[in-house]
């Protein structure tokens, strides 16, 4: 019996002593994730199971990430795969209504100028000295997409998963703190107080079916490298659309949506390992996601300070840093922020079609990359 405790003793004695300072730094990252989901409520539904995915990943000697571990199990299945991010863009397609953006098809125009960032970047970190393919992962993070980040890292830097998906995701959620002060920097009181009136045309159901086959077909002969993400995203608005399969629509919305979710959340919390994670390029890598973020907010302000200009003034350019993919909680910004200089100014529909605009935009930046370094014999 003595022996039997001794030897109990002893694997909780193994266990503490192979705690490393590293480990113990990415369990402390973790909590910070978590608080951020829990007390904060940016994006709890992706940072609470990233968040304890990273602790349960670095507790010493529990193998989740090992051969035949839980966490690898995920990995392999959902994202080396990459079915996890297109099942995500399933869901996203059946919650996304483009009616905004087809009442008012320019404002397409935004959601092109949010993507200017991810170029910059990319061509910012091929000048600091990451290679090509980790280039266009890093400058991918500029997307505000969490999905499209992992896609595109999985398939060309997996080793930068980690860093990518956090700094994807991690932004995305911090989107209400990181716009409004550019916002406010790159316009005058004039521009923030422009209303802009709502088309009196409706979208007939016709147009709403055609429009994603429409696009898939269009985007998808363009940069066919995007087929995957495009195809998908166009599939779930598909389908809420022709109200024909409401069973298959909530499905990919609900139980679809909340279930690859968590597996996802928890495998990107799987590759926040310390000895892994925490290299100076991590931290790079943070600093050039966040600058991805502020230069996609800065170009599509600019936009929409020029199309302001070209319209005498009937464009509100706060509704430019919409143009990412960070839906809907960029639109809900630019709301806040148009309201704070007039609280009559209702500019939500407007930024809503920026944003849908944004998520078509993204993946065709994605697919572009990618079909470019196909046609250069990569990948």
């Avoid at 990252?29 to 349960?56: N, Q, S, T, W």
Wanted: charged share 10%.
């Amino acid at each position: 019996m003595l022996n039997l405790i001794q030897s109990g003793l002893g694997g909780l004695i193994m266990g503490v002593s192979a705690l490393t300072l590293e480990n113990g730094v990415m369990i402390l990252a973790g909590g910070m994730l978590l608080y951020l989901g829990i007390r904060k409520d940016y994006e709890p539904l992706l940072l609470v199971p990233i968040g304890f995915g990273a602790i349960l990943v670095n507790m010493p000697l529990s193998g989740m990430m090992g051969e035949g571990g839980l966490f690898k199990q995920f990995y392999d299945f959902g994202v080396i795969t990459e079915v996890f991010p297109c099942l995500i863009f399933v869901g996203i397609g059946a919650m996304t209504d483009f009616s905004p953006l087809l009442e008012n098809p320019k404002i397409l125009l935004l959601g092109a100028a949010g993507q200017f960032g991810i170029f910059l970047t990319l061509l910012l970190a091929l000048g600091l000295g990451f290679n090509l393919l980790d280039a266009v992962s890093i400058g991918i993070i500029g997307a505000c997409d969490g999905p499209t980040s992992i896609y595109v890292t999985s398939k060309y830097a997996p080793h930068l998963l980690g860093a990518v998906s956090v700094a994807a995701y991690s932004y995305m959620a911090l989107v209400p703190l990181i716009q409004p002060p550019i916002m406010k920097l790159l316009t005058t009181e004039r521009e923030k107080r422009v209303k802009m009136p709502y088309p009196e045309r409706s979208v007939s159901p016709n147009l709403k079916i055609i429009f994603p086959i429409a696009v898939t077909i269009i985007t998808c002969l363009i940069a066919p490298m995007g087929t995957p993400l495009m195809g998908m995203l166009m599939l779930g608005n598909l389908m809420k659309e022709s109200g024909v399969v409401n069973r298959l629509t909530k499905a990919s919305e609900n139980e679809i949506a909340n279930v690859v979710t968590l597996l996802l959340g928890l495998s990107i919390g799987a590759t926040m390992e310390g000895s892994a994670f925490l290299k100076p390029q991590t931290i790079l890598i943070l600093g050039l996601g966040f600058l991805a973020i502020c230069l996609d907010t800065v170009t599509g302000v600019l936009f929409g300070k020029l199309m302001c200009f070209l319209t005498n003034g009937k464009v509100n350019p706060l509704v430019g840093a919409a143009g990412i993919s960070a839906y809907p909680m960029a639109a809900r910004v630019v709301q806040t922020e148009g309201r704070r200089y007039d609280t009559n100014n209702w500019l939500l529909m407007h930024a809503m079609g920026a944003n849908t605009g944004g998520q078509i935009g993204s993946i065709m930046a994605a697919a572009i990359m990618l079909s470019v370094l196909k046609g250069l014999g990569i990948g």
